[in-house]
C-alpha cells in the first residue's frame, strides 16, 4: 500500500560562509530521474533491469534490497562513476555530494583540510572555502575539532568529517552508499537523527541506500524496494511522517506497520 505524503518546500542551502533561503510554491524541480535503466557487464551479468525512478529536490528516497542487486551500481551510474547499458539517467544537477560506505579521509589531513578538499580541487578561492568548511563542519557538529587528525576520531565523527566535505558544495543531490552500516546501533542511530536534521534545514534531493529497513523508513520520504540480481523495483513505499523526526517514532505502531511492509516486499522480491 501507498500512503500519500506532503512536504514543505522551503529549503534552505549552504552557500559559501553561510545559509540562505529559497522558497518556492511551485513543484520542486527533479534532481534525478531513471528511465528503464539497465545495467549489464561485459561477462554478461545484468545488475540491473528496467529501473524507473525519480528523485525532486526535497525527496529523501531510500532503497532497499539484498546483496548484489545493484543497489550500489545505481549510485554509480548517478554520479557518472559507470554507464548503464539501456536506459536514461538524468542528472540536473551542477553539485553532487557523495558519501561513501567510508569515510575516505586523508590521514595526514585535520578535519579542517579534509573538508576542504573538495572545494580546493574544484579550484574554489582560499577564504570561499574555508568559510564553506567552517560552516560545514558547525552543522555537522564538529566545532572544536577542526586540527584533530582521523586517527583522533571514532567512527561516527569520520563520516561527519565525509558529510561535511561534500556539504561545501552546496549540493542539489546527495548520493549516500550505506554510510552509516558499518557502525555500532547507537553511533547510527545518532547519524541518522543528524542526517534528519540537516535535510530538514537543506531540503537537497537525495538518494540513501541500505541494508536495513528501519534505518530507510525512518530517514525516508519514499522507500524503494529491490528484487534480487537483476534489480528491479518490486515495491514503493511513501512515508507519511513530518521532518523533523523523533527517535521516539522508531517505536510507534505506524512505523512498525510501515517497516512490516517494506520487509514484506523485501522478502517477496528475493524469493
Known amino acids: 500500500m501507498t500512503i500519500p505524503i506532503t512536504y514543505d518546500t522551503d529549503q534552505r542551502v549552504l552557500r559559501g560562509g553561510g545559509l540562505s533561503a529559497r522558497a518556492s510554491t511551485t513543484t520542486p524541480e527533479k534532481v534525478l530521474s531513471f528511465a528503464d535503466v539497465g545495467k549489464t557487464y561485459p561477462d554478461g551479468t545484468t545488475a540491473l533491469m528496467h529501473v524507473d525512478l525519480a528523485?525532486?529536490?526535497?525527496?529523501?528516497?531510500?532503497?532497499?534490497?539484498?546483496?548484489?542487486c545493484g543497489k550500489s551500481t545505481l549510485l554509480r551510474i548517478a554520479s557518472g562513476l559507470?554507464?548503464?547499458?539501456?536506459g536514461t539517467c538524468e542528472v540536473d544537477s551542477k553539485h553532487l555530494g557523495y558519501v561513501f560506505q567510508?569515510?575516505?579521509?586523508?590521514?595526514?589531513?585535520?578535519?579542517?583540510?579534509?573538508?576542504?578538499?573538495?572545494?580546493?580541487?574544484?579550484?574554489r578561492p582560499k577564504n570561499d572555502r574555508k568559510a564553506a568548511a567552517k560552516s560545514a563542519i558547525e552543522l555537522v557538529g564538529l566545532t572544536g575539532f577542526e586540527q584533530h587528525l582521523p586517527r583522533q576520531l571514532s567512527g561516527g565523527?569520520?563520516?561527519?568529517?565525509?558529510?561535511?566535505?561534500?556539504?561545501?558544495?552546496?549540493p542539489d543531490l546527495f548520493l549516500f552508499d550505506?554510510?552509516?552500516?558499518?557502525?555500532?546501533?547507537?553511533?547510527?542511530?545518532?547519524?541518522?537523527?543528524?542526517?534528519?536534521?540537516?535535510f530538514s534545514s537543506q531540503r537537497f534531493g537525495a538518494l540513501f541506500i541500505t541494508h536495513s529497513v528501519s534505518e530507510a523508513v525512518y530517514l525516508s520520504n519514499k522507500v524503494v524496494v529491490m528484487s534480487g540480481r537483476p534489480g528491479k523495483v518490486v515495491a514503493a513505499f511513501d512515508v507519511p511522517f513530518d521532518y523533523p523526526r523523533s527517535p521516539e517514532l522508531r517505536f510507534t505502531p505506524e512505523f512498525a506497520a510501515l517497516s512490516g511492509q517494506a520487509s514484506?516486499?523485501?522478502?517477496?522480491g528475493h524469493s
Open 178 to 198: 550505506e554510510p552509516f552500516g558499518a557502525l555500532d546501533e547507537i553511533t547510527r542511530e545518532r547519524l541518522n537523527d543528524e542526517l534528519i536534521r540537516l
Open 82 to 86: 559507470e554507464p548503464h547499458t539501456s
Open 264 to 268: 514484506a516486499a523485501l522478502r517477496e
Open 157 to 170: 565523527m569520520k563520516m561527519r568529517v565525509s558529510l561535511a566535505r561534500s556539504l561545501t558544495l552546496a
Open 55 to 68: 528523485i525532486h529536490r526535497g525527496d529523501f528516497v531510500t532503497v532497499v534490497g539484498p546483496s548484489g
Open 102 to 123: 567510508d569515510a575516505t579521509l586523508l590521514p595526514w589531513r585535520t578535519v579542517q583540510q579534509n573538508v576542504e578538499l573538495v572545494a580546493e580541487l574544484s579550484g
